[in-house]
Each structure stands twice: as C-alpha cells, then as structure tokens.
C-alpha cells in the first residue's frame, strides 16, 4: 500500500476509545442495491515516515478483531458474513492491503471492529493514549470490479466520525499499491532527438566584485567549514566498518542519521559549486578529503552511499540522500576532482539494475525527488542512457504528466502518492532532463503547464513558493501563518528556472524568477555563518538560522555556491546579461576570448556599466534584459549614443561588431509596486499589501501595530509617504508613523516585521 497522501487521500480515523480496545465500533457502505458480492479489500491507512523508522510506520491501526458481513437489512438484524476475524487478534498487515474473499447478498456491507490498536504517534489525540481505528479505503467486489466506489458510508454513533466518505474514495490515478514497473514509457535510445540549450550557463570564467552575491558566497564558505571532512564521514566509515578518528561532532537522529550521507553531499553540492568560480584552499582540501572518504568506503560493486543497501527504504534514503550525495560528487567532479565522477559510474551500474526499483517511486520517502540525480548524471561526462531509461521505466508518473500539461492544480497541491511538497519542482528538473536527452514533447507540455500552475497559485508576491508539506496549500491560498516558503523549495524553483532560462533564453520571465529567489528568499535566509534558515516566513519574525543539515541547509549552501552561475548566458553568437550583479564573465566567442565587466551598485543604486575586452573586433550579440519588472522602456547606449530601446519583460539585443573598450550603459527603471494580498490570512475590512522595489521584496519593521492610514483615497497614496532614510539605502521612513520603517525583507535581521501590512483609505 503506498502512504496517504493529501487530503482527498487521507484515511478514515475514527474517535478515539478511551474505555479500552474492546469497545465496539462499525462503518457500513450502502451500494444502492442489493448485489452478489464476491469479496471485500481492506486498504491500511499507510501514513507518513517517523524519524528513526523505515520508510512506512509500523503502527496503523488497523483492527485487530473484526468481522465483515453484508445485509439487504440497513440495521444488520439477519446478515451474511463474509469473514469473521473475532475470534483470534488478525495479523499486522502494516503495509499490506488485505483481501477477503467471500460469497453473500447484500445491499449493505458492514465492517464491525471489536478489537481496537493502540494510538498512534501520527494521530494527535484530545487525550494521550487510547485507542484508534484507521483505514484507508474498503472495496467491495461484484462482477469483478469494486462496487463500492462513491458509496455513502455510515459510522456508528459512539466513534464514527464525518470522514467515513474516504471508504469508498476512488482509487489514486495509477492504484493504491506501491509497485511501479511501466517498461512501455522507456523510449529506445536510437528514437531519441536530443536538445541542446540554446544558451547556457557558465561552469566557470565568472569572477564576482563586491557585492551581496560576492559577501554571500564568502559567509556561506565560513558556514561550510565549521564542520570537517571526518564529521561528515561518519556514517560512510560506519556503514563500511572502518575506524573513526576522535573527537567527532555528534550526529543528529533526523538529519544526520536517518538520512546517512546526506551531510557530505550538502558540503559537496555547495564547495564543488563555490570553488567553480573562486578558489579556496581549505574549501578544496575538504572537498577531496571528502570524495577521497567516500571513495575508501566504495564496495566491490560500486555501492558508495552511506547506508546499507537493504536500508533503502529507511526514511528518505532512497531518494533524499541518493540525491544529495549523487549530485555533490557530480559538483565536485565539475570543480575538478575527477574521482567524484568516476566513483558515481559504477555506484550507478549497480542502481540502475538493482532489485529495489520496482519499489522505490512509491516505497521510498517521497521517492520522485531521486529522479533528478539519474537525469543530472545523464548530461555528465560518465552519463549513460540507461541513467534517463530507468526513470522512464520505474519513475514516469504518465497521470502527472498529462495532469501538469492540462494545468490541473489538483496533482500538485493533492499529489497522490506523497505529501504534497516543495521537492515536487525536482521532479519538474528531472522530467525537463528527461526532455532534453529524448526530444518527446510531452515531457516539455508538462514542465510549462507546472510552471504556471506554479507561478500562478502558489508564489509568494517576492518569489517565496508557499507550498510545503504537511500542510494544505490549496491553490491562491497564498498561507502565511502556517508552514510556507521553505528555503530549499525556492532553490528548485530557482534550479528550474535556470534550466528554462537556457533552453529559452529570450523568455525573460525565468531571469525574473531566479532573480526573485536569490534576493527575497536565498539572501534573506542567510544572517551570518551561524547556520541558515529554513522557512522564509513574511510577517511577525524570522526564524533563526540552524546548523544541523536540515534541507533548507543543503539547498541554500548549495544556491549561494552557485550565485555566479545565473549572472550572463553564453550562446554560439553572443551574450546573455540576466542579472545586474558586479562581476566580470571571461568567455570564448569566435575563437577568441571575451570579457565583459559589470559595475554597479544594484539594488541599491540603478546605473549599470558594461566594459567589454577584446583582443580584436568581434561581431556578436549582446543581448541586455530589460525586467518584468522596470517601470518603462529602458535605453540602452553604447559608448554614450543610444543604441536601442528595450519594453520590460524581454532582451535588448545590440547586434554589431564589438571592439577593446567598447562600453555600454544603461539605468534600470525600477519603483515602487504595490500588490494587494489575496490569500486566506487577510484581516476581513483591512485590505493587506505587499511592496517591491524593482525585484526587492521590502518589509516593515515596527513593534506596535502593522496598520497604516494612507493621506489619500487610495493604497497608493501611501508611496507619497515614503522618504529615503539617509545613510541606509533602500530603507524608508514613513510620514506620520515615526515607528514605522520599510527595508528590503531580506535585510530584516531580528526585527519584528511583515511583508504585508493593512493600508487603510483615508476616505471620508
């Protein structure tokens, strides 16, 4: 049985007895007509993972006595009984769907618990202890098929509750059980048409200036290094029985040992991203002590990770942790440690043909998130086809496909087969791959129609994706006061973007969005080099940072590696300039090499100048983006003349033969926006908004009341109340609200604050 999943999947949950397990409790479908039933399945209510627990719980309720029977009589005084389990406690089924075969006549079918199981740790319950009755579904056969879909269900009085219609649910899109093999999806490789980017970003020659970027990646080097390459080997040397030097940092249960490994592949994904545009020493030393670590640990077959091959199952490993760990030594073979990629081929030849695979889509904690390490090692220099058609075979989700194509929200926010969550975008990453190596279409269809879905219904006004698990985020629900904008959701958000931003380099919006995600979420979850925060929560006060190896840890260490990677774009005929970011790009162009330097002062100033160095005339394109979100057309001049005029939302492109010195200039139109919020946690009468500056997300600090009354008959009005605050860019007083003060959110550093105020009308 694969787990319950969201809330149009949950289990039935009875009330809770308190009297004993012997009390008595019953739920009973009506099919609308009496029918010849042939048997009845019994579906276990499969719930979330535990930590310190393998990949299902072993506790849930399910009953330990009972009895099913049918009746043309709704109060059950003659009956048929289908089979009877009272008389001796039923085996656990744990994971297991249970079927009953059986004979009887009967419009009614009732299945009475006299035997309850204990509560269970994922029931919050009024009173602690107790015990429980869970199920998630019951099917009743006649004809060969389950009658009972759609059926009303009734509950007894004493313990039922209003939750009986998930009885007789339909069944999730591709059925309830965990094993997935669809050898139809894998498409030949002599079949394949492979696309390459039309643009693509750099792997090195970015040299960053001073900056937020350059002091970001500088505090997240000091983050890396307060832990050394023997603590993060620790469960590699306990897997392979090899000694552990003294002195060692103690694990975490979650973080650290349930998902083995994962550790060392933040470090890696992080170190091998940052020493790709900046060398440090100690930083490469770590990184190949740590591939060296692993490496000692490898076992004849090329088994690798940190966990023992049976404990795939356990949490998060088989997806999670593979991930992690695959895709940091896939970083560090980009930053020049060639072992890194030689250990993950033969790791992968085992993997690829492994007996756990029919099971880990399903079985597997979230187990689609791992797709996106086979799909990333295909693009390498040790990739394989075999790395793209085994997710096709055991991965595909054709219903998901076809679902994000049509742009139907409910197989994102009411995913089937896990909880909903941020890690859903790896599965878009890994699905925009499967595009990239195949050429099939379908694949492309689904990945645009998830990104408005998305973008339209749950982004945060400033980039924050507000969904997250264990949470329901239905679509526009926009929540603020429950768990939202984790960090590590933005970073695959920000990931996806960048891979889009490539294949179609003069769509803008992509530029935007990874631009949005590194301001408003990656730099405002980065204090100091404490640790990193986790959710990008927009009012009351952040969180603080931790340093555990949470997965908003590995995932923002991993961003703010990457910063210079999403800066310019290199094409066969030019230059792409996304972001406004001081730095300088060496690069090959016509046989020659290039540089380009940026100054500027962005966000906190707008003028932007452009150097270009060349040893002789070059022709070339230089395309400059003009933002979503500039106020108007942007000038753009070259060596003082105006040299084009580009309208927001697209490229300017200077098309001409470039020479040494050549400058190009231009100011970005940013100003003020304000956006009303839309969500479910607004003030009824007090309208709530949020403002930017050009792509800043700013907050308001103040440690009273988050209401404001504007001068005018508009929200509008307020921006005329807004006056620079001298010595602190981008920081503003209020007039007549001397205790109040706006400041980009992500400089919000302790203060107590919100993103979205009430801005009353001043209407009489």
Same mark, same amino acid.
């Given at each position: 049985m694969?787990?319950?999943?969201?809330?149009?999947?949950?289990p039935?949950?009875?009330?809770?007895?308190?009297?004993?397990? /012997?009390a008595?409790?019953?739920?009973?479908?009506?099919?609308?007509?009496?029918?010849?039933?042939?048997?009845?399945?019994?579906?276990?209510? !499969?719930h979330?993972?535990?930590?310190?627990?393998?990949?299902?719980?072993?506790?849930?309720?399910?009953?330990?006595?009972?009895?099913?029977?049918?009746?043309?009589?709704?109060?059950?005084?003659?009956?048929?009984t289908?089979?009877?389990?009272?008389?001796?406690?039923?085996?656990?089924?744990?994971? /297991?769907?249970?079927?009953?075969?059986?004979?009887?006549?009967?419009?009614y !079918?009732?299945?009475?618990v006299?035997?309850?199981?204990?509560?269970?740790?994922?029931?919050?319950?009024p009173?602690?202890?107790?015990?429980?009755?869970?199920?998630?579904?019951?099917?009743?056969?006649?004809?060969?098929k389950?009658?009972?879909e759609?059926?009303?269900?009734q509950?007894?009085?004493?313990?039922?509750?209003?939750?009986a219609?998930?009885?007789t649910?339909?069944?999730?899109?591709?059925?309830?059980?965990?094993?997935?093999?669809?050898p139809?999806?894998?498409?030949?490789?002599?079949?394949?048409?492979?696309?390459?980017?039309a643009?693509?970003?750099p792997?090195?020659?970015v040299?960053?200036?001073?900056?937020?970027?350059?002091?970001?990646m500088?505090?997240?080097?000091?983050y890396?290094?307060k832990e050394?390459?023997?603590?993060?080997?620790?469960?590699?040397?306990?897997?392979?029985?090899?000694?552990?030097?003294?002195?060692?940092?103690?694990?975490n249960?979650?973080?650290?040992?349930?998902?083995a490994g994962?550790?060392?592949?933040?470090?890696?994904?992080?170190?091998?991203?940052?020493?790709?545009?900046?060398?440090?020493? +100690?930083l490469?030393?770590?990184?190949n002590?740590?591939?060296?670590?692993?490496?000692?640990?490898?076992?004849?077959?090329?088994?690798?990770?940190?966990?023992?091959?049976?404990?795939?199952?356990?949490?998060?490993?088989?997806?999670?942790?593979?991930?992690?760990?695959t895709?940091?030594?896939?970083?560090?073979?980009y930053?020049?440690?060639?072992?890194?990629?030689?250990?993950?081929?033969?790791?992968?030849?085992?993997?690829?043909?492994?007996?756990?695979?029919?099971?880990?889509?399903?079985?597997?904690?979230?187990?689609?998130?791992?797709?996106?390490?086979n799909?990333?090692?295909h693009?390498?220099?040790?990739?394989?086809?075999?790395? #793209? +058609?085994v @997710?096709?075979?055991?991965?595909q989700e054709?219903?998901?496909?076809?679902?994000?194509?049509e742009?139907?929200?409910?197989?994102?926010?009411q995913y089937p087969?896990?909880?909903?969550?941020?890690? +859903?975008l790896?599965?878009?990453e890994?699905?925009?791959?499967?595009?990239?190596?195949?050429?099939?279409?379908?694949?492309?269809?689904?990945i645009?129609?998830?990104?408005?879905?998305?973008?339209?219904?749950?982004?945060?006004l400033?980039?924050?994706?507000?969904?997250?698990?264990?949470?329901d985020?239905?679509?526009?629900s926009?929540?603020?006061l429950?768990?939202?904008?984790?960090?590590?959701?933005?970073?695959?958000?920000?990931?996806?973007?960048?891979?889009?931003?490539?294949?179609?380099?003069?769509?803008?919006?992509y530029?935007?969005e990874?631009?949005?995600?590194?301001?408003n979420?990656?730099?405002?979850?980065?204090?100091?080099?404490?640790?990193?925060?986790?959710?990008?929560?927009?009012?009351?006060?952040?969180?603080?940072?931790?340093?555990?190896?949470?997965?908003?840890?590995?995932?923002?260490?991993?961003?703010?590696?990457?910063?210079?990677?999403y800066?310019?774009?290199t094409?066969?005929?030019?230059?792409?300039? /996304?972001?406004?970011?001081?730095?300088? @790009?060496t690069?090959? +162009?016509?046989?020659?090499?290039?540089?380009?330097?940026?100054?500027?002062?962005?966000?906190?100033?707008n003028?932007?100048? =452009?150097t270009?160095?060349?040893?002789?005339?070059?022709?070339?394109k230089?395309?400059?983006?003009?933002?979503?979100?500039?106020?108007?057309?942007?000038?753009?001049?070259?060596?003082?003349?105006?040299?084009?005029?580009?309208?927001?939302?697209?490229y300017?492109?200077?098309?001409?033969?470039?020479?040494?010195?050549d400058?190009?200039?231009?100011?970005?139109?940013?100003?003020?926006?304000?956006?009303?919020?839309?969500?479910?946690?607004?003030?009824?009468?007090?309208?709530?908004?949020?403002?930017?500056?050009?792509?800043?997300?700013?907050?308001?600090?103040?440690?009273?009341?988050?209401?404001?009354?504007?001068?005018?008959p508009?929200?509008e009005?307020h =921006?005329?109340?807004?006056k620079?605050?001298d010595?602190?860019?981008?920081?503003?007083? #209020?007039d007549?609200?001397?205790?109040h003060?706006?400041?980009?959110?992500?400089?919000?550093?302790?203060?107590?604050?919100?993103?979205?105020?009430?801005?009353?009308?001043?209407?009489?």
């Open positions: 694969a787990y319950y999943t969201a809330s149009k999947y949950a039935y949950v009875s009330q809770q007895s308190t009297t004993g397990a /012997n008595m409790t019953w739920v009973q479908i009506d099919l609308g007509q009496s029918r010849t039933i042939e048997g009845v399945t019994l579906y276990p209510a !499969v979330m993972v535990m930590p310190g627990k393998l990949g299902y719980s072993d506790q849930n309720n399910f009953p330990v006595r009972f009895k099913i029977e049918a009746s043309d009589d709704p109060q059950f005084k003659t009956s048929t289908i089979t009877d389990q009272t008389g001796a406690d039923f085996p656990d089924p744990h994971i /297991n769907i249970s079927h009953f075969p059986g004979t009887a006549q009967g419009r !079918v009732r299945l009475t006299t035997k309850w199981n204990t509560s269970s740790p994922w029931v919050v319950l009173t602690p202890g107790g015990y429980l009755f869970a199920l998630a579904k019951m099917d009743v056969l006649a004809g060969g389950d009658v009972a759609l059926c009303p269900v509950t007894d009085p004493v313990y039922g509750n209003g939750t219609s998930q009885i649910r339909p069944p999730r899109p591709m059925g309830e059980a965990i094993h997935h093999d669809e139809h999806n894998v498409i030949p490789v002599d079949q394949w048409k492979p696309v390459a980017y643009a693509t970003s792997l090195g020659g040299t960053l200036a001073d900056g937020p970027f350059k002091t970001a500088e505090t997240n080097i000091s890396l290094l050394t390459a023997d603590d993060l080997l620790q469960m590699f040397r306990n897997r392979a029985g090899k000694p552990q030097p003294p002195n060692l940092r103690p694990l249960d979650f973080w650290d040992k349930d998902l994962s550790g060392a592949g933040r470090f890696l994904m992080s170190a091998g991203n940052t020493l790709r545009w900046m060398e440090h020493p +100690q490469r030393a770590q990184m002590a740590i591939v060296d670590g692993i490496a000692a640990c490898v076992e004849p077959d090329g088994y690798l990770m940190a966990y023992p091959r049976d404990t795939i199952f356990y949490s998060e490993r088989g997806a999670y942790t593979r991930s992690w760990v895709q940091g030594l896939i970083e560090a073979g930053a020049g440690n060639r072992k890194a990629f030689e250990i993950l081929r033969p790791y992968y030849d085992w993997y690829n043909s492994c007996e756990y695979l029919p099971r880990l889509l399903r079985g597997a904690g979230m187990g689609p998130q791992g797709m996106v390490a799909t990333r090692l693009f390498t220099p040790v990739g394989k086809p075999e790395d #793209i +058609q @997710i096709q075979r055991y991965f054709n219903y998901l496909l076809d679902g994000m194509a742009r139907d929200p409910n197989v994102v926010w087969y896990d909880r909903p969550h941020a890690y +859903q790896t599965f878009f890994a699905y925009l791959d499967l595009y990239r190596a195949t050429g099939a279409t379908r694949y492309l269809d689904a645009r129609g998830g990104w408005d879905m998305y973008h339209d219904h749950w982004e945060h400033g980039g924050t994706i507000s969904i997250t698990e264990f949470e985020h239905p679509p526009g926009y929540r603020l429950a768990g939202t904008g984790e960090l590590c959701g933005s970073v695959f958000w920000a990931r996806l973007n960048s891979r889009l931003m490539q294949l179609f380099p003069e769509e803008e919006k530029a935007n990874v631009e949005k995600s590194i301001y979420v990656g730099l405002a979850n980065q204090l100091d080099d404490s640790g990193i925060i986790y959710h990008a929560r927009l009012t009351e006060h952040k969180e603080g940072p931790s340093h555990v190896n949470t997965c908003c840890e590995g995932q923002g260490s991993r961003l703010f590696g990457s910063l210079p990677e800066i310019y774009s094409a066969p005929d030019g230059l792409y300039v /996304n972001l406004f970011v001081p730095s300088t @790009i690069w090959q +162009q016509g046989g020659q090499s290039l540089a380009l330097k940026s100054e500027t002062q962005f966000p906190f100033a003028d932007v100048a =452009l270009l160095t060349a040893p002789q005339p070059t022709a070339m230089l395309r400059v983006r003009i933002p979503t979100w500039a106020a108007s057309p942007m000038e753009v001049k070259v060596n003082g003349t105006v040299a084009g005029t580009g309208a927001p939302g697209t300017l492109t200077l098309d001409r033969t470039w020479k040494d010195g400058a190009i200039s231009f100011t970005l139109p940013a100003e003020f926006r304000l956006s009303r919020y839309t969500g479910v946690d607004f003030v009824p009468n007090h309208p709530t908004y949020g403002l930017e500056y050009g792509p800043i997300l700013m907050a308001m600090t103040c440690e009273k009341d988050f209401r404001l009354t504007t001068p005018g508009t929200a009005a =921006l005329a109340q807004l620079p605050k010595g602190a860019p981008l920081h503003f007083t #209020i007549g609200n001397p205790d003060e706006w400041m980009p959110y992500w400089q919000v550093h302790g203060q107590r604050f919100t993103c979205f105020p009430m801005i009353d009308t001043n209407v009489t």
